[in-house]
């Protein structure tokens, strides 16, 4: 069994074809096999894209901060010209998960016609402190059906936590729960106490060392287990420069989309709409109706720490 978290659509093209049968997903499994077929000779797999849920590349982006009310659709622009909050240097923030966005997971390995799925969600980061950093991890269960969006709106993920000078480090993911003693397991870490997040000081605090571990070895576990599959991992860099590549860190709200290839968004193309709280397409041909977000993502967002 791998010890390491490793999304599906990372897996070599052997092992993703026994893992998607292992999931019930024999039509994807079979385009897989034929991409192996076709280092043979075989050119059928060329014309059939990989499912969302095996893309391997993810775009950020940004929606600023706005007055409600003031606008119906509200812009969204890319993470790399986010407004940079200088203010934020060596302070604290909040961040919050603000919904995630399940466009195409692989499937509930017990369909009952629901297409309900679990996903367990982990989020990873340093809490900077006086004198140094420590590690700080955050897990939490959601269900949501294909094509919709997880319950969830604003739920803390971290309360203060600390920023260095140089900006913040996050790792964001997601693993399809299709075991059935799993969904119980993670159902388990549903508890009230976990909805209000993990609240940090400005002083190291020991005791964290072991939550930690136990956040990020259940996700690597329950991602290497029958039935359930590693979907999304992002590694964030979030800085203060200005005029480079990468990300900034501002205050307002981030898009972390699974993308089949790095430009595959125009994020002007896209607004979020408040009153639905969804994002949906802005720019339509002449005619055309609108329609939602066609990707995973995750959402979160970062404000400043208001103090206890």
Known sequence: ?????????????????????????????????????????????????????????????????????????????????????????????????????????????????????????????????????????????????????????????????????????????????GNSNDEQLVAAINSDAAKTGLSLLTTAQPALAPFVGVATGLCTSLANRSKNAAVQKIDLGLDFETGAPGLRLGVGSYIVAQVPKANEITWSDWGFESASGTIVRTNLAEGEDAYTFPYNAIVFRISPFAGE
């Open 1 to 177: 069994m791998r010890e390491d978290f490793v999304p599906l659509g990372e897996l070599p093209l052997e092992a993703q074809v026994q893992k998607l049968y292992e999931l019930g997903e024999e039509a994807e499994a079979q385009a897989v096999a034929n991409q192996l077929d076709s280092r043979k000779g075989g050119l059928e797999s060329f014309w059939r894209p990989p499912a969302p849920y095996r893309h391997t590349q993810h775009q950020v982006g940004f929606i600023p901060p706005f007055d409600p009310g003031t606008e119906e659709k509200h812009k969204i622009i890319s993470a790399s010209h986010a407004p940079v909050a200088a203010e934020l240097k060596n302070q604290r923030i909040n961040v919050r998960l603000e919904f995630l966005r399940v466009y195409q997971y692989p499937r509930p390995f017990l369909n009952l016609g629901d297409n309900k799925h679990t996903i367990l969600f982990t989020f990873e980061a340093q809490n900077q402190i006086p004198g140094g950093s420590e590690a700080v991890a955050f897990n939490q269960a959601y269900e949501a059906a294909s094509g919709q969006d997880a319950s969830v709106m604003g739920y803390p993920i971290f309360i203060g936590l600390g920023v260095g000078a140089n900006g913040l480090v996050f790792s964001c993911k997601t693993v399809n729960i």
